[in-house]
Nanobody, 124 residues
Framework: QVQLVESGGGLVQAGGSLRLSCAVS????????MGWFRQAPGLEREFVCAISRGGSIRDYADSVKGRFTISRDNAKKTVYLQMNSLKREDTAVYYC?????????????????WGQGTQVTVSS
């Protein structure tokens, strides 16, 4: 059984930084593409970023490009999301997700496993 556990969420002031982590167990991590999604109150869950199996390909939503960085450590079976220059509109529950598909995907349907989510709140 594949498990994804996020951590690192919290309350931060606008302009600040947070780093989220997602630890993966139960599957060969190096064969899994990873993504981060988020869901703000009253809105649908949306794509944030994704990283390929080997980490050489990354994709970002326009809203976070230049501020967020996704990375992975295959030895630790962990994917990270470094969030800088946070804005109030970044407030959401952040989910990591795992995909067995090659390449990187933006569609949620391509991801077969999901974490429970971690809350990120950005105050003004």
């Amino acid at each position: 059984q594949v498990q994804l556990v996020e951590s690192g969420g919290g309350l931060v002031q606008a302009g600040g930084s947070l780093r989220l982590s997602c630890a993966v167990s139960g599957r060969t991590f190096s064969n899994t593409a990873m993504g981060w999604f988020r869901q703000a109150p009253g809105l649908e869950r949306e794509f944030v970023c994704a990283i390929s199996r080997g980490g050489s390909i990354r994709d970002y939503a326009d809203s976070v490009k230049g501020r967020f960085t996704i990375s992975r450590d295959n030895a630790k079976k962990t994917v990270y999301l470094q969030m800088n220059s946070l804005k109030r509109e970044d407030t959401a529950v952040y989910y990591c997700a795992a995909s067995i598909m090659y390449g990187i995907k933006r569609s949620q349907s391509e991801y077969g496993w999901w974490g429970q989510g971690t809350q990120v709140t950005v105050s003004s």
